[in-house]
């Protein structure tokens, strides 16, 4: 498991029985987590006086409950980048921090490559990729369905000192995106996904990635340069495992282009237990 263990102000404080108990820059918050199945005690007095905690509902989605009155956003900090938190309806917060690990190996990367790189970021939520990259060097070119998850990331590069960086802001489908870049000619040296689950398209499409996955790798192949730097998956998909994502990169670009594939959970270290918190799967391609 690769850890995202270099957060100053985000801690996971403990975990029980479906719940986490996370420390976001000060505010406490008690989300659900299906891979969270032991039944632990609650060893950490936190659990009884946390700022928010998100209900399920048995109809389906839930409900946030304040013991105080929060700011309707703050800010989180992780190295040279700034983010905008503030509880969804959906009980996010607008950032998965087991993220940064995947934003540190691709900075990485960038930094290393003594040449101009150009990334396509699929999926691209709130942005933290997008400014990782940016912030390594890479002009980015952000890409997602919803409106206001491109301004939040377009906020998010604001608060960071980003905005002068060379990052294009999209909203659109990014399937349907991917096949007009490519008829287009337009070509990136790396692309980064992070695919829904589930989902449904303007004309009622039903979208699981499981069935979808490899159609979509092979589809984004033909938007890589003559000299691709890397390619990498990511997935919160329950029963997608990191090795079968691997297997998909391996069939699709590493025979093609060599190099080679890596792939494993990335996870969250938690506190009480002194244990690490799987968090989702990562699948990487890169260049000799």
Not at 34 to 42: N, S, V
Request: with cysteine; aromatic share 10%; hydrophobic share 40%.
């Amino acid at each position: 498991m690769r850890i995202a263990d270099n957060w100053k102000e985000y801690r996971i404080l403990d975990t029980s029985d479906g719940e986490k108990l996370e420390l976001w820059n000060g505010v406490s918050l008690i989300r659900p987590d299906p891979q969270i199945i032991w039944k632990t005690p609650h060893a950490v007095p936190q659990w009884d006086t946390a700022d928010g905690h998100y209900h399920r509902s048995n109809a389906g989605g839930g409900s946030w409950s304040f013991r105080r009155k929060l700011p309707d956003s703050w800010m989180l900090h992780y190295k040279a980048l700034t983010f905008q938190i503030r509880p969804t309806g959906f009980k996010h917060t607008g950032l998965f921090p087991e993220q940064a690990v995947n934003w540190d190996y691709m900075s990485g990367l960038i930094q290393n490559a003594g040449r101009p790189i150009s990334v396509l970021n699929l999926f691209a939520y709130t942005g933290g990729a997008t400014l990782a990259c940016a912030q390594a060097g890479a002009s980015v070119c952000h890409v997602d369905a919803s409106k206001g998850m491109v301004q939040w990331a377009r906020d998010n590069a604001a608060a960071s000192g980003l905005t002068e960086k060379p990052i294009r802001w999209i909203v659109d489908d990014c399937e349907k995106f991917v096949q007009r870049e490519i008829r287009r000619g337009r070509k990136y040296d790396a692309i980064v996904m992070d695919p829904p689950s589930y989902g449904r398209g303007p004309g009622g499409e039903v979208w699981k990635l499981e069935n979808c996955v490899y159609d979509l790798v092979q589809l984004c192949a033909g938007a890589l340069s003559e000299d691709p730097l890397f390619f990498l998956i990511n997935s919160y998909t329950t029963g997608l495992s990191s090795s079968v994502m691997g297997y998909i990169l391996g069939t699709v670009l590493q025979k093609k282009l060599g190099g080679s594939v890596q792939f494993d959970e990335i996870g969250l270290p938690v506190e009480q237990s002194g244990l690490y918190l799987p968090c989702g799967a990562t699948a990487i391609w890169q260049a000799e």
